[in-house]
């Protein structure tokens, strides 16, 4: 009886989680639409989720929501990117527009992750919306060529109309 007991409150709480929105893609309200094909985790409560293509290659498409502005500045500080990846070397990082008039921070870099052997190369787009912030990234092996729906995903963080 027991058993039967724990095995309903887990099947109630699984269904008041999913209900509540735990597993909510970040992407909900946004025109950010990943390569075709690419698998998808599950949103982790509608702030975080990521994408690989269906043959590992190294590559991974992520996309963030925070609930409050940010500045790009505490974002892509070098402080920051070492947490990310060792051995940094920022590209470029500087304001664009994306969406038609939009501003967003761009930065691309190199380094090495600690998830895979070699280097790899970074593309992330930054933009405040909505009364938050959304941060999307696309790492690659470097010297592999991007995928360019891949870069084009990082650059529609754009409300739906």
Avoid at 132 to 157: H, Q
Wanted: with cysteine.
């Amino acid at each position: 009886m027991r058993h039967s007991s724990a095995r309903l409150a887990l099947c109630v709480a699984v269904v008041l989680l999913s209900a509540c929105g735990f597993t909510r893609s970040p992407a909900e309200g946004l025109q950010f639409q990943p390569p075709a094909g690419w698998k998808s985790s599950p949103g982790i409560m509608g702030f975080m989720q990521f994408w690989r293509p269906p043959v590992d290659d190294g590559e991974m498409l992520m996309l963030v929501k925070s609930p409050k502005p940010m500045d790009a500045k505490d974002v892509f500080s070098n402080s920051q990117m070492h947490g990310t990846l060792k051995d940094v070397t920022i590209q470029d990082l500087r304001t664009i527009q994306i969406c038609g008039n939009q501003s967003a921070t761009l930065l691309q870099a190199q380094g090495t992750s600690s998830s895979r052997q070699g280097k790899d190369q970074v593309e992330m787009i930054m933009t405040n919306a909505g009364g938050g912030s959304y941060f999307a990234m696309y790492v690659r092996p470097l010297g592999t060529a991007a995928n360019p729906e891949a870069s084009a995903a990082v650059r529609e963080l754009c409300a739906k109309p």
